[in-house]
DNA sequence: GCGAATGTTCAACAATTGTTGAAAAAGAAT
DNA sequence: ATTCTTTTTCAACAATTGTTGAACATTCGC
């Protein structure tokens, strides 16, 4: 025993170090371009022991998966009710149900956690992948996001369910490109956009969206 | 290099089986998600003629990501020049600018060539990724690109490059989880919308994000 | 203190990986 | 037929993979 004199941060433990370190390969190289060796190695752990904790290697990507849903999602939900709770009977504008739907990865973001980055790009990978999408997406968010197309149906009233699905289709791929963080547009926009400038990107995308699904649906 | 004179349809030979077994294989599980095994066996070829014909097994993959590059962007060029064509002096609409970025790809599938249905999901997968994106989508697209912003920047006079770079990325972003095809929507919306209908997609992307560019560029 | 539960390391496993060189088969040219 | 070239197979390689069981270390309840 001894006085820890907590003066600084003391090393994360063990088991996170691992979460977080394939957090991070996972999100770059996707699940087949990560080895367990190479997260030990970034873990400062040794590789018997992401096993101990997580068992197979699907089960670590998993829980890796699971980690930070809930939370997300809680703050996703708490937009949404709190854009409920301030309007009338009529609910929440379509750009005040978008807003809710985005802004709480923005600020998961800017919480300067790298960690959530990284967590959002493996949802960009898991999303758009046709293999990992359908086995792991609705399990998680498939609840939170019929609340959210229920709010845009009664924003848009009269619009035809199949529309609605195809514009949330169309903010889905915008936001799931966003996430994935690809510095595609910083070179084809020569630095004048910049992936990491989240607040940009959802300053343009929900003026955006908003005017796509009001075409669309409304009319 | 070859002489066309095949009177009727040969069974494919072998270095086009290959190609056409890694692009399946490559599109649904990534690069390091697959074999040459897997590959060797679905084109019922042995391991090691892969590597006679294509070398290492990245550049098998960047043959198979070349192989159709040049003809996609021969169609959706010259759809942008036959809008400009019938267009006025002041050039053609968004609506007609993305309906020739986007209809290109919907009559490739139409086809009936699975081949094009891997080859832009394989596109999707390499997009979406921060390893593979910014390795090797800039080389064979942004040119093209550039001509199609470039036609959006005139559609749109007073627009900021900035706003069309940001508006192009959400463009992109929906048409790349289109790509993918992960069958996300057709969960989601109970059936009512299906991934393999490209038709259905396109015709809502189109309004979706012309009237997305509309609303932040144009005001 | 002791002992049990938990955490961590070590060494090794069988299986699979990409890749290769030499042999064999097929095709083309003369 | 004979050579030469191209295509295809075969067998094997060293390296790396995920996974495991037993040993070692640490922490915790008492």
Redesign the interface.
């Known amino acids: 025993m001894s006085q820890p004199s907590p003066t600084i941060q003391p090393a994360a433990p063990r088991r996170e170090r691992i979460l977080d370190a394939a957090e991070e390969l996972f ?7 990560v080895t367990l060796r190479q997260i030990a190695r970034r873990a400062e752990v040794d590789v018997a022991l992401a096993n101990y904790h997580f068992g197979k290697k699907l089960d670590l990507f998993q829980a890796v998966f699971e980690r930070r849903a809930e939370s997300l999602n809680d703050a996703r939900r708490q937009a949404l009710r709190a854009s409920q709770a301030t309007a009338g009977d009529e609910g929440p504008t379509v750009e005040q149900i978008i807003e809710a739907f985005l802004r709480p990865l923005e600020l998961a973001q800017e919480t300067g956690d790298e960690g959530w980055r990284h967590y959002l ?1 493996l949802i ?2 898991i ?5 990992w ?2 086995r792991m ?2 399990h998680l968010f ?1 609840d939170l ?2 609340e959210f ?1 229920a709010a845009l149906s009664k924003a848009l009233p009269g619009a035809k ?3 609605i ?14 996430l ?6 910083d ?3 020569g630095g ?2 910049r992936s990491e400038d989240l607040q ?2 959802y300053d ?2 929900i ?10 649906c409304q009319r």
């Open positions: 999100a770059e190289h996707g699940f087949d371009g790009a960009a990978y999303n758009n992948s046709p293999y999408g359908p997406m609705s498939d996001v019929q197309i369910p199949e529309d699905y195809w514009c949330y289709h169309n903010l889905s791929g915008a936001l799931t490109l966003t994935a963080q690809t510095k595609r547009i070179n084809l926009s004048l956009c940009a990107a343009h995308m003026p955006f969206v908003a005017a796509g699904f009001r075409e669309v």
